[in-house]
Protein backbone atom coordinates (compact mmCIF):
# COMPACT_ATOMS: atom_id res chain seq x y z
CA UNK A 1 0.00 0.00 0.00
CA UNK A 2 1.49 3.75 -0.89
CA UNK A 3 1.65 5.73 1.99
CA UNK A 4 2.06 4.82 5.40
CA UNK A 5 -0.50 4.65 8.30
CA UNK A 6 -0.59 6.94 10.54
CA UNK A 7 2.65 7.86 12.23
CA UNK A 8 3.43 7.86 15.89
CA UNK A 9 5.87 10.67 15.84
CA UNK A 10 5.12 13.36 18.12
CA UNK A 11 4.92 15.99 15.63
CA UNK A 12 2.09 16.88 12.95
CA UNK A 13 2.39 16.92 8.75
CA UNK A 14 0.02 19.04 7.21
CA UNK A 15 -0.30 19.04 3.43
CA UNK A 16 -1.53 21.09 0.86
CA UNK A 17 -2.34 20.21 -2.55
CA UNK A 18 -4.27 21.21 -5.36
CA UNK A 19 -3.64 22.66 -9.44
CA UNK A 20 -1.35 25.55 -9.81
CA UNK A 21 -3.46 28.87 -9.05
CA UNK A 22 -5.74 27.29 -6.42
CA UNK A 23 -3.83 29.49 -3.48
CA UNK A 24 -2.73 26.43 -1.66
CA UNK A 25 0.84 28.35 -1.23
CA UNK A 26 -1.19 31.81 -0.17
CA UNK A 27 -3.45 29.65 2.83
CA UNK A 28 -0.29 27.32 3.90
CA UNK A 29 1.71 30.77 4.56
CA UNK A 30 -1.20 32.53 6.50
CA UNK A 31 -1.49 29.39 8.29
CA UNK A 32 2.20 29.27 9.22
CA UNK A 33 2.50 32.43 10.87
CA UNK A 34 -0.83 31.82 12.70
CA UNK A 35 0.81 28.49 13.94
CA UNK A 36 4.02 30.48 14.86
CA UNK A 37 2.35 33.30 16.88
CA UNK A 38 0.24 30.83 18.22
CA UNK A 39 3.26 29.26 20.28
CA UNK A 40 4.22 26.38 17.99
CA UNK A 41 7.63 25.53 16.21
CA UNK A 42 6.93 25.07 12.70
CA UNK A 43 9.00 23.52 9.53
CA UNK A 44 8.43 24.17 6.25
CA UNK A 45 8.79 22.30 2.58
CA UNK A 46 8.30 22.22 -0.81
CA UNK A 47 7.71 20.53 -3.74
CA UNK A 48 10.94 19.73 -6.38
CA UNK A 49 13.26 22.01 -3.78
CA UNK A 50 15.80 19.68 -2.63
CA UNK A 51 19.53 20.81 -3.33
CA UNK A 52 20.68 17.24 -5.02
CA UNK A 53 18.23 17.59 -8.36
CA UNK A 54 18.03 21.30 -8.68
CA UNK A 55 20.30 21.83 -11.14
CA UNK A 56 19.69 18.27 -13.17
CA UNK A 57 16.08 19.40 -12.99
CA UNK A 58 16.97 23.43 -14.28
CA UNK A 59 18.70 22.01 -17.06
CA UNK A 60 16.31 18.98 -18.19
CA UNK A 61 13.45 21.15 -18.15
CA UNK A 62 15.65 24.07 -19.91
CA UNK A 63 15.92 21.80 -22.52
CA UNK A 64 12.64 19.61 -22.35
CA UNK A 65 14.83 16.18 -21.83
CA UNK A 66 12.65 14.14 -19.67
CA UNK A 67 10.25 12.27 -20.43
CA UNK A 68 6.93 11.76 -18.44
CA UNK A 69 9.13 8.36 -16.34
CA UNK A 70 12.13 10.65 -15.95
CA UNK A 71 10.29 13.35 -14.75
CA UNK A 72 8.54 11.22 -11.67
CA UNK A 73 12.08 9.71 -10.85
CA UNK A 74 13.54 12.90 -10.01
CA UNK A 75 10.80 13.94 -8.88
CA UNK A 76 10.77 10.76 -6.53
CA UNK A 77 14.26 11.20 -5.66
CA UNK A 78 13.70 14.84 -4.45
CA UNK A 79 10.84 13.95 -2.22
CA UNK A 80 12.82 10.93 -0.82
CA UNK A 81 15.33 13.54 -0.10
CA UNK A 82 13.10 16.29 1.34
CA UNK A 83 11.49 13.20 3.20
CA UNK A 84 14.57 12.49 5.10
CA UNK A 85 15.97 15.59 5.76
CA UNK A 86 13.55 17.92 6.07
CA UNK A 87 10.31 16.06 7.20
CA UNK A 88 11.08 13.07 9.45
CA UNK A 89 13.56 14.57 11.88
CA UNK A 90 11.24 17.35 12.69
CA UNK A 91 8.63 15.66 12.62
CA UNK A 92 11.07 13.54 15.44
CA UNK A 93 11.65 16.46 17.52
CA UNK A 94 8.02 17.52 17.80
CA UNK A 95 7.57 20.10 14.91
CA UNK A 96 4.38 21.24 13.22
CA UNK A 97 5.42 20.51 9.32
CA UNK A 98 4.11 21.99 6.56
CA UNK A 99 4.65 20.76 2.93
CA UNK A 100 3.53 23.25 0.26
CA UNK A 101 2.53 19.35 -2.14
CA UNK A 102 3.30 16.30 -1.52
CA UNK A 103 3.56 12.40 -2.56
CA UNK A 104 -0.17 13.44 -3.96
CA UNK A 105 1.17 15.89 -6.40
CA UNK A 106 2.84 12.94 -7.59
CA UNK A 107 -0.31 10.72 -7.65
CA UNK A 108 -2.16 13.56 -9.50
CA UNK A 109 0.87 15.02 -12.64
CA UNK A 110 2.60 12.29 -13.11
CA UNK A 111 -0.64 9.86 -14.20
CA UNK A 112 -2.23 13.06 -15.97
CA UNK A 113 1.61 12.60 -17.82
CA UNK A 114 0.69 9.45 -18.41
CA UNK A 115 2.68 7.18 -15.95
CA UNK A 116 1.46 4.41 -14.88
CA UNK A 117 -0.71 4.93 -11.10
CA UNK A 118 -0.33 1.56 -9.33
CA UNK A 119 3.97 2.44 -10.20
CA UNK A 120 4.06 6.00 -9.11
CA UNK A 121 2.40 4.97 -5.92
CA UNK A 122 4.56 2.07 -5.39
CA UNK A 123 7.61 4.67 -5.45
CA UNK A 124 6.09 6.65 -2.76
CA UNK A 125 6.00 3.85 -0.71
CA UNK A 126 7.85 5.16 2.03
CA UNK A 127 5.84 8.32 2.49
CA UNK A 128 4.71 9.12 6.33
CA UNK A 129 0.77 9.43 5.98
CA UNK A 130 0.47 13.01 6.95
CA UNK A 131 -2.21 14.33 9.75
CA UNK A 132 -4.22 16.55 7.86
CA UNK A 133 -3.60 16.41 4.01
CA UNK A 134 -6.05 19.50 2.32
CA UNK A 135 -6.96 20.03 -1.38
CA UNK A 136 -7.54 23.22 -2.89
CA UNK A 137 -9.84 22.32 -5.59
CA UNK A 138 -10.40 25.21 -8.43
CA UNK A 139 -12.07 25.07 -11.38
CA UNK A 140 -9.31 25.68 -14.70
CA UNK A 141 -11.11 29.27 -15.48
CA UNK A 142 -10.18 30.26 -11.95
CA UNK A 143 -6.83 29.14 -11.70
CA UNK A 144 -6.43 30.39 -15.10
CA UNK A 145 -7.17 33.93 -14.15
CA UNK A 146 -5.03 34.14 -10.93
CA UNK A 147 -1.84 32.96 -12.53
CA UNK A 148 -2.30 35.15 -15.61
CA UNK A 149 -3.15 37.96 -13.47
CA UNK A 150 -0.15 37.62 -11.55
CA UNK A 151 2.46 37.42 -14.10
CA UNK A 152 3.06 37.06 -18.11
CA UNK A 153 3.61 33.41 -18.66
CA UNK A 154 2.54 30.50 -18.06
CA UNK A 155 5.15 28.06 -17.29
CA UNK A 156 6.50 25.25 -19.30
CA UNK A 157 5.42 22.13 -17.33
CA UNK A 158 3.09 23.40 -15.28
CA UNK A 159 0.96 23.64 -18.64
CA UNK A 160 2.02 20.80 -19.45
CA UNK A 161 3.74 21.99 -23.01
CA UNK A 162 6.35 18.90 -23.14
CA UNK A 163 3.21 17.00 -23.84
CA UNK A 164 2.68 18.42 -26.83
CA UNK A 165 -0.74 19.37 -26.09
CA UNK A 166 -1.20 22.63 -28.28
CA UNK A 167 1.45 25.36 -29.19
CA UNK A 168 -0.96 28.05 -26.69
CA UNK A 169 0.36 27.85 -23.25
CA UNK A 170 -3.01 29.06 -21.97
CA UNK A 171 -4.82 26.04 -23.87
CA UNK A 172 -2.27 23.35 -22.97
CA UNK A 173 -2.80 24.71 -19.18
CA UNK A 174 -6.41 24.07 -19.45
CA UNK A 175 -5.71 20.51 -21.40
CA UNK A 176 -3.12 19.46 -18.92
CA UNK A 177 -4.29 21.01 -15.19
CA UNK A 178 -7.95 19.36 -16.44
CA UNK A 179 -6.55 15.52 -16.34
CA UNK A 180 -4.68 16.79 -13.28
CA UNK A 181 -7.54 17.75 -11.88
CA UNK A 182 -9.80 14.41 -12.49
CA UNK A 183 -6.52 12.42 -11.22
CA UNK A 184 -7.08 14.91 -7.75
CA UNK A 185 -10.55 13.63 -7.41
CA UNK A 186 -9.31 9.91 -7.83
CA UNK A 187 -6.25 10.82 -5.25
CA UNK A 188 -8.97 12.47 -3.24
CA UNK A 189 -11.72 9.66 -2.66
CA UNK A 190 -8.31 7.02 -2.30
CA UNK A 191 -6.73 9.06 0.14
CA UNK A 192 -9.16 10.55 2.31
CA UNK A 193 -7.94 14.01 1.47
CA UNK A 194 -9.90 16.90 2.83
CA UNK A 195 -11.49 18.55 0.00
CA UNK A 196 -11.75 22.58 0.15
CA UNK A 197 -13.73 25.06 -2.20
CA UNK A 198 -10.54 26.88 -3.76
CA UNK A 199 -12.70 29.47 -5.68
CA UNK A 200 -13.77 31.75 -2.03
CA UNK A 201 -12.25 34.08 -0.48
CA UNK A 202 -8.58 34.09 0.71
CA UNK A 203 -10.50 35.15 4.69
CA UNK A 204 -13.11 32.34 4.18
CA UNK A 205 -10.52 29.84 3.23
CA UNK A 206 -8.21 30.56 5.94
CA UNK A 207 -11.08 30.66 8.59
CA UNK A 208 -12.01 26.79 7.48
CA UNK A 209 -8.20 25.75 7.39
CA UNK A 210 -7.64 26.94 11.28
CA UNK A 211 -10.39 24.77 12.35
CA UNK A 212 -9.35 22.07 10.66
CA UNK A 213 -6.24 21.95 12.01
CA UNK A 214 -7.28 22.82 15.56
CA UNK A 215 -8.48 19.13 16.39
CA UNK A 216 -4.61 17.96 14.92
CA UNK A 217 -2.84 19.89 17.06
CA UNK A 218 -4.13 18.82 20.54
CA UNK A 219 -1.41 17.38 23.18
CA UNK A 220 1.26 19.06 20.92
CA UNK A 221 3.90 21.10 22.79
CA UNK A 222 4.51 24.59 22.27
CA UNK A 223 7.41 26.22 22.87
CA UNK A 224 7.06 29.95 23.33
CA UNK A 225 3.92 31.78 24.51
CA UNK A 226 0.99 32.85 22.22
CA UNK A 227 1.84 36.01 21.44
CA UNK A 228 -0.54 38.64 20.73
CA UNK A 229 -1.45 38.20 17.15
CA UNK A 230 0.10 40.51 14.83
CA UNK A 231 -1.46 42.06 11.96
CA UNK A 232 -0.62 39.11 9.63
CA UNK A 233 -2.16 36.32 11.86
CA UNK A 234 -5.54 38.62 12.01
CA UNK A 235 -8.03 37.33 9.45
CA UNK A 236 -9.19 41.24 9.51
CA UNK A 237 -6.18 42.60 8.05
CA UNK A 238 -7.17 44.90 5.49
CA UNK A 239 -5.93 44.19 2.06
CA UNK A 240 -6.47 40.06 2.90
CA UNK A 241 -9.38 39.42 0.76
P1 LIG B 1 -0.69 27.98 -5.80
O1 LIG B 1 0.35 27.86 -4.72
O2 LIG B 1 -1.80 27.02 -5.63
O3 LIG B 1 -0.11 27.97 -7.18
P2 LIG B 1 -0.87 30.75 -4.93
O4 LIG B 1 -1.18 30.73 -3.48
O5 LIG B 1 0.55 31.01 -5.35
O6 LIG B 1 -1.39 29.41 -5.63
O7 LIG B 1 -1.84 31.81 -5.62
C1 LIG B 1 -1.80 32.07 -7.01
C2 LIG B 1 -2.28 33.52 -7.23
O8 LIG B 1 -3.65 33.64 -6.87
C3 LIG B 1 -1.52 34.54 -6.39
O9 LIG B 1 -1.35 35.71 -7.16
C4 LIG B 1 -2.44 34.78 -5.20
O10 LIG B 1 -2.29 36.07 -4.67
C5 LIG B 1 -3.81 34.60 -5.83
N1 LIG B 1 -4.79 34.03 -4.91
C6 LIG B 1 -4.55 33.08 -3.96
N2 LIG B 1 -5.70 32.77 -3.31
C7 LIG B 1 -6.67 33.54 -3.84
C8 LIG B 1 -8.09 33.67 -3.58
N3 LIG B 1 -8.70 32.94 -2.67
N4 LIG B 1 -8.77 34.55 -4.33
C9 LIG B 1 -8.15 35.29 -5.29
N5 LIG B 1 -6.82 35.21 -5.58
C10 LIG B 1 -6.08 34.34 -4.87
Redesign the pocket.
Known amino acids: MAIHDPHSFPGRLIVVE??????????LSLLQTFLVSEGYDVSFTEWNSSPIVKDTTKRGKKKNLFSPTTFSLIHATDFADRHERSILPPLQAGLIVLA?RYAYTAFARDAARGCDPAWIRNLYDFATRPDLSLY?KVDIDTAVA??T??RIQLKFHEAGMDLGLSPDPITSFRVFQNRVLEEYDRVADEFGLTVLD?????VE?QREMRKLVKPILKGLRRTHAPRTAPASATLHATGT?
Open positions: GIDGSGKSTQDFRIGGGGRSVQR
